[in-house]
């Protein structure tokens, strides 16, 4: 990073001519959320992009693995974000080949923290990066999550966290419905049934699409590594969501007290 | 005030040539050659920190003889180099002929410049391609020439007789067992014809090996993985093998930290 700010700063997000004043209509992410379980993390988001009122890609990806051990999600403008995810993407590789040790969780949240900040300019134009960071500690031995402000403030979730437009409603989802002790399987379900919740009240968030054959993005971070699901995996997770929904359109209801 | 005595130009430069090459003879050979499913590189070092071969990209590995500083520098500059095209272009834009050229050039203009020193260190830069026909092994000597090589490669102090022993043994389509042990085979004679055992844990091995799922190609071999491979027979080739390719989870990308750990 401070190579490229040397020599070509011109590819750094942060360094560019902010446009002059007035909205500029860009596609954006909607929602990303992430739980832990014991022995890792997941991380999953919805596949639709949105640029005002209008759908602009349904199957658009927008987790991606950071490196071995740590993925991210993004929600907010979409260009911005994939540019950042890339940046930060190359930084942790560079890190890794140079020094002959990868970082450290903390040294990749701190890393990603500088980078929000570094957008702020742009995000006061309403073209704000927020994404979501989940990775696997290996000296701690657990999954863990990082949420982010536009500002590059950076918090650690403890159980679970969600970003984006429709994190409101998978926030709620997954308050009523987690358990500190999910089994790898049970914390994929639960985060598809917050998505689920999330495209059910908010516009901007795509719930899973059976016709086109469009599901949710999960990504499982274990001490194995970073394995995302395939699309035959997480198909069945959300046609069995589906399936239950036909029956309880409202999802599974916890108890009273 | 004295007149400095006059050098031929002729004179010079084989002094400088003189001088680098002693400096690389004064370290220990190491081997680059190409096996069935990729390269292998396998060398003699003590040290488990400081590496003699290292990834550069994806499908590129480094391999270098010589001062630690000067090939340490010139491989950082080479990760730079390969990150900063990958970023700015695609990943599939980097690639070692590229890189061989920049090297070739740093290590041109240093030898030539009078100010400096020359480097006293030679590189080997390999790719890894799809097929066997697609891999790439560059050797580049201290004066920033570049030689494309085929097969086998040595570089370092012993490099002559290990590479000629090489040339002799090295076929097409080895497995990784067969390559390695030949390779160690090769460090293991002395100048003078003797030879001399050389135990597991004082080897480098690395490989870049096409099979990899993943898109860094690179990995070292360390530990028992690599007691075991310079054990196997013929059954157990196939079998370390598959750990190889296959069973890289635990490392996984993080070929170089792995052998830390």
Redesign the interface.
Known sequence: MD??AE??PE?LPGKRQLPAQGVIEAPHGTTIVAATFPGGVVLAGDRRATMGNLISQRDMEKVFPA??YSAVGIAGTAGLAVEMV??FQ?EL??F???E???LSLEGKANRLSTMIRSNLGMAMQGLAVVPLFAGYDLDREKGRIFSYDVTGGRFEERAFAATGSGSLFARGAMKKLFREDLSEEQATTLVVQALYDAADDDSATGGPDVARRIYPLVTVITE??CRRLTDGESSEIARAVLERRLEQPDGPSAALL | MSTPFYVSPQQAMADRAEYARKGIARGRSLVVMQYADGIVFVGENPSRALHKFSEIYDRIGFAAAGKYNEYENLRIGGVRYADLRGYTYDRDDVTARGLANVYAQTLGTIFSSAAEKPYEVELVVAEVGETPEGDQIYRLPHDGSIVDEHGSVAVGGNAEPVSSFLEQRHRDGMTLVEALKLAVQALSRDTNGSEREIPADRLEVAVLDRTRPQQRKFKRIVGRQLARLLEGDGTAASEAEEETSGGSGDSGDSGSSGAEK
Request: avoid cysteine.
């Open positions: 190579f490229l020599h070509q590819l490196d071995e890339k940046l190359l590789e560079h890794e080949k140079v002959g040790v990868q194995e590594g």
